[in-house]
């Protein structure tokens, strides 16, 4: 598979949420949050998830970097940097199921790092779900190291 990766462009959008819809069945926070719950406000996690695309790309469009293969998009990165902290965060990375296994993530992360070193910053986080087997084996393959582990409660209101 010839990948190339580009700039997001604003046409990119409605791809991207497909792609994080298939991408985050199983690992999502909000799905969890969901299976606790039930759907809250009227909006399943699948729409909630779809959002947190739009909320990087307003953030920082410049730091989204979108992967193709034969002209289709097929796994896209975000990032977010903090510049006075020095301090950059990968808040989603996502792969279509027809290409993942094939190092497409790992390429991805190694653009979004590179693009964060020539930005300046001094640190990047990027975080998964605990049962997340890909993330948890991924992440530590490309030099992240585990810094610790969280505990969300929640309650209906």
């Not at 719950?37 to 009227?42: E, K, S, T, V, Y």
């Not at 296994?101 to 975080?127: C, S, V």
Request: aromatic share 8%; with cysteine; net charge neutral.
């Amino acid at each position: 598979m010839n990948i190339v990766i580009r700039p997001y462009q604003t046409g990119d959008l409605e791809v991207l949420r497909r792609i994080t819809i298939e991408s985050f069945d199983g690992v999502s926070f909000d799905q969890i949050v969901e299976s606790k719950f039930g759907i809250l406000h009227g909006h399943d996690w699948r729409w909630r998830k779809a959002r947190h695309i739009e909320d990087d790309l307003n953030s920082n469009p410049v730091g989204a970097f979108v992967a193709e293969a034969e002209g289709q998009i097929v796994g896209y990165i975000t990032t977010q940097m903090d510049r006075a902290a020095g301090k950059a965060r990968i808040p989603n990375l996502a792969i279509t199921a027809a290409a993942r296994g094939q190092g497409l993530g790992r390429k991805l992360l190694q653009h979004a790092l590179d693009y964060l070193r020539r930005e300046g910053m001094a640190y990047a986080m990027i975080e998964t779900m605990a049962g997340n087997a890909v993330g948890e084996h991924l992440y530590p393959s490309c030099g992240f190291v585990e810094i610790g582990r969280q505990i969300h409660f929640g309650i209906q209101l």
